[in-house]
């Protein structure tokens, strides 16, 4: 299920459809808690990256702190790097 979430994310942000995209997360983010994938966190801050959001990126970073999700070494560039804007 998780798969298809990504693959929607990934759909939206290709669309440039943000408004779906975060209504999409926050769904999964109060549905699905504890069980999100690594990779739906590294979507959403691709995402956000890529339609330049550095608020957002670090809101993605404090939930995946939060419920004690390890970050990839991609994913913690983008998060630096939107934290020097």
Request: net charge neutral.
């Amino acid at each position: 299920m998780m798969g298809t979430y990504d693959t929607l994310l990934l759909a939206f942000d290709m669309d440039n459809r943000m408004d779906e995209a975060r209504s999409s997360w926050n769904m999964v983010l109060h549905t699905h808690n504890r069980s999100i994938l690594k990779r739906l966190f590294s979507r959403m801050i691709s995402l956000f990256d890529h339609h330049s959001i550095p608020d957002k990126i670090i809101n993605v970073f404090a939930e995946m702190k939060k419920l004690c999700v390890r970050l990839n070494e991609n994913t913690v560039k983008k998060v630096y790097t939107s934290d020097e804007d």
